[in-house]
């Protein structure tokens, strides 16, 4: 058997609710000050038709000359009374709900599954890069080699010539004679 309340089962009503059901009483009973009603009468003289405590004056007529002069009044002081004052707090108030029955709910045990993915790392590739290096290369230079050659060379010898002789034969002649 389970309690009910407005026609649910308690369970069915959240924290939050019981909350503002608290905070609801607590305002209600700081608003509700309670008062001690003191009663004051004030009686005329008695007499007339009527008389006793019923006139004619309580029902808002004149009393025709019947019962003259018979008044009363009713005054009724509230005095407060002090009492304690429930003082709400801000923050809300952790209410316990009753259950019916325990229950016992088995809780699957955690297992750890484990997740594979293929994930593309980059790879670099290498790239041919023109690199200007100083190679060294044989550079031929003339270098002088000697070669036994057989070079006919010319050679003077002495051969005759002949040459002709001249002779100038020179007379020396006299002044005196005029020939030359």
């Keep these: 058997p389970q309690e009910t309340l407005w026609g649910k089962t308690i369970t069915t009503y959240t924290w939050k609710f019981w909350v503002a059901v608290v905070l609801a009483v607590l305002a209600l009973c700081v608003s509700a000050t309670e008062y001690y009603e003191h009663t004051i009468e004030k009686r005329g003289l008695s007499g007339g038709y009527g008389g006793g405590d019923f006139s004619g ?13 018979h008044h009363e009044e009713v005054k009724i002081i509230k005095i407060p009374v002090p009492k304690a004052v429930a003082v709400p707090v801000h923050h809300p108030v952790p209410v316990p709900v009753p259950q019916p029955y325990p229950v016992h709910i088995k809780v699957a045990e955690r297992v750890e599954v484990p997740v594979y993915k293929t994930v593309q790392v980059p790879v670099e590739k290498p790239v041919p890069v023109k690199v200007e290096k100083p190679v060294p290369y044989p550079v031929e230079k003339p270098v002088p080699v000697y070669v036994e050659k057989h070079i006919p060379v010319p050679v003077p010898k002495p051969y005759p010539v002949k040459v002709p002789v001249v002779k100038y034969v020179h007379h020396y002649l006299s002044k005196h004679s005029g020939h030359h």
Excluded: F
């Design 57 to 69: 004056g309580d029902y808002g007529g004149d009393d025709g000359g019947y019962g003259g002069g």
